[in-house]
């Protein structure tokens, strides 16, 4: 019974990869050449993977989400980008749903720098 489940669990998850593929990449395949496709579906991998590892790092509903969910609450930031000498500011959107979880997000990648 064990084994079914986990074999089901896991047959869930690879419908859920598909079911984003379909909806990204190759709804929109560039070419009708063979290696110009490859390249685009390389590139989807690759980015795919990314997205995943970002909504892990991020929270348990963002873990689970949807490809097109993960670029809109965390890729897509309508934010303003400001210099002053050496330092560079990001300024999130007032009352964005998503800036605690993209901060937390933020810090967990670029923590700060370690002893020399």
């Known amino acids: 019974m064990l084994q079914a489940e986990r074999e089901h669990r896991h047959y869930a998850v690879v419908e859920q990869v598909?079911?984003?593929t379909k909806a990204g990449a190759l709804a929109h395949l560039p070419s009708g050449h063979f290696h110009a496709n490859a390249a685009w579906l390389?590139?989807?991998v690759m980015t795919y993977?990314?997205?995943?590892?970002?909504?892990?790092?991020?929270?348990?509903f963002h873990a689970k989400a949807t490809t097109?969910?993960?670029r809109t609450h965390l890729v897509q930031v309508s934010a303003r980008i400001a210099r002053?000498?050496?330092?560079?500011?990001?300024?999130?959107?007032?009352?964005w749903p998503?800036?605690?979880?993209?901060?937390?997000?933020?810090?967990?990648v670029h923590g700060p720098p370690g002893p020399a």
């Open 42 to 44: 390389t590139l989807w």
């Open 98 to 108: 998503w800036q605690h979880t993209w901060t937390y997000r933020f810090g967990t």
């Open 68 to 70: 097109a969910t993960l």
């Open 84 to 95: 002053s000498a050496p330092r560079i500011t990001l300024h999130l959107p007032y009352n």
């Open 49 to 60: 993977n990314l997205l995943r590892a970002t909504g892990a790092l991020t929270s348990a």
């Open 18 to 20: 598909i079911a984003d």
